[in-house]
């Protein structure tokens, strides 16, 4: 995967232009932290406030490496059968209750205990074979022929225990399933790990990953975004409403809206036919915004005097 | 390379960032990967492999301007400006230049700045300026490493020229040259200084805090001290606030295994285990801020504030003679404006424990429960009145644990209007608690039961 697409990623300015092209406008930072991981085959970290495209990085990777992306969300209670591999119990249950007759003529004229349990050896583990492994997503992106994106969604959300139990993989790329043996990558995949820092993250897991944190974009950045993401929407309305977001998080609020929040709105004033910010509409589109209610009340009085500023620079 | 980019992470680890021996090598791949031409690109891709939050990425982007500086400096004011270039040309014909003999002398006028970067630096490490650990010590590292570039030597030419003809170009130039250089060494013992030791100091001073008496602590130390105890309280948190379950192996969960496996006909496919789950720890802090305890209130309630930061289910209040919950003012506001409304709306006032307890027993002695750990910052000087000992037995009944930290030294306890023997039968554990060390341990022990 890496080898194929080497002139997409021969330099971080590639790979930013590659991304623009995409429409994912991103910071040199991100750039040259996706240009790191792909060459020095490390997984990357990426921490961030909700909604500054975490995910969508990942997701914009696999589309540049033309290669699958393969999902894992993780949650509380998250284990190695959900994650991994599991056995197809069901399966291996008809099987033997199919070939019951079989069995018994293998079976038949066998002498004592041992007997018929040494013929049954000579068959070897059929029941836990390939055929019966149920992959999951860790072990789909390691047998992935060509390399895949492995996107393992707010690592923070999983247990302690997996997030010792994701080291093997992240070092090594290879698994260990006692049946089978270890499993090597065929091919290494590039991995993303985000989180929200719902918790701290084991110091053993950070050393093995590239460190990416992405902050609210800058204003330029996110007009750029909203031109790529809301192209109808005119120049004067984008500048207001730039300037009007980052004037909110300037605010101390519980939630301050994120990138995705803005592109939300963008679309949703476009959909109004508005094509300048004024008390009014701000008022009534708020919700789009501000997702908790308390924010809301905070702001609506402040309305008018943060649209002063975002208005006066035109 | 190699050395510069050792010495470049020996800088941060002195500054206190955790790099270990796997993230230099990854960092050197890096570099080696982009090349350390295009010094922003470097730095980013050094930041990204080398440090694992944005704390340290903030201290490392410091350093990293503060270190790599001096490099640049040395290119900008050296040789390569045109002004030095032309002074070069005009200034010195070819033939006084043969005449020079010392080799630093050659060095200097050839203008040569990669060279004469070189040579610094392989002096310095020669003659130690990385182990200056005083600012004091900088003008005698200087002097030694002049002389290890063979200053002397070039006095002495100097010197020379001076008693042939004092008033020749050569000699101005080669003098003003001099002095460039000195300054030079100069500035780059200083940075090496500040890039390898200046946390030197205040690690030192860090370690004496923690063992210092809160109440002996100056207004100077206030802000350290702060941010001492937040990052006690965080690492406190962060090794405790975990829910664990603890799968008890080789216990049959019956009743879970034959409902798992009604889909395979009654098989035991999967089989299930009994585990306990063990919550995280619900804390209630009560801390004493009246006039008794003024000294110590202030870091009791900053480890208050920091600790209802880090960990979920903490309650807070405080109190003189009334008591007031503030878990909602610590949510809302940061922390010194919280902690300038607490000692102000109940600072300084007379202790009344019975009154508080009365209060408490209103607010939220319905809340307590068999998880509930209360934690109480006094020091039980009651002021003569009546201690409502009634209240804190009921707590102490209805809770998991109480611990009671008392600022004062044993020997105290019971003294004066203290009424500690009243309260101490209904505590878990009564401890001397006066300096930030004590506070440490007593609530890592707390936590680590809890878990």
Redesign the interface.
Known sequence: MIIRNQDKINS?DTIKQQFESLGYICS??IA??V??AC??Q?PI?V?GPPGVGKTELAKKTSDLLSAPLIRMQCYEGLDEAKALYEWK??K??LYTQLLKDQLGDVMRGAKGLDESVSRLHQFGDIFYSDEFLEPRPLLEALRTEDGAVLLIDEIDKA??EFEAFLLELLSDYQISIPELGTIKAKSKPLVFLTSNNT??LS?AL??R?????IPFPSKAIEQKIITAQVPELNDKLKHQLVEFISELRDMSLKKAPAVSETIDWARALLLLNVDSLDHEWVKTTLNLLLKFQDDIEAVEPEIHNLLKVATKEN | MQKVLGDFIHALRQAGLPISSAETLDGLNAAQLVGIDNAPLLKQSLGTTLTKCLEHRLIFDQIFDQFFNSHNQFNADYGHTPQTAEHTDIALPPIPMLSLESSLAQQLMSGDVSAMQVMIASAAAASGAQEVTFMTQVPMVTYRLMQALGDGALQQELAEMADRDESSAELQLLRQRRIRLQQHVRDYVEQQYLAFNQNEPSKRREGNLQKISLTSIDHRNYKLMGELVRKAAKRLASMHSRRRRITKRGLLDVRRTITANAAYDGFLFHTKWKSTRVERPKVMVICDVSGSVSKVARFLLLFLYSLQDVLPNVRSFVFSANMGEVTRLFEQHDMDQALAEVIHNWGNKPTHYGQALGDFEEMALGDIDNRTTVIMLGDARNNNEDGNVAVWEEIYRRSQRVLWLNPEGQVNWDSGDSIMRKYAPFCSHVETCNSLRDLNRILGSVLKHEA
């Open positions: 971080p040199d930072a040259t932290s240009y790191l060459h020095l490390k970290l921490e119990y069901g291996q249950l247990d302690q918790r701290e110091d950070k050393r990953c590239l460190h990416l944190y």
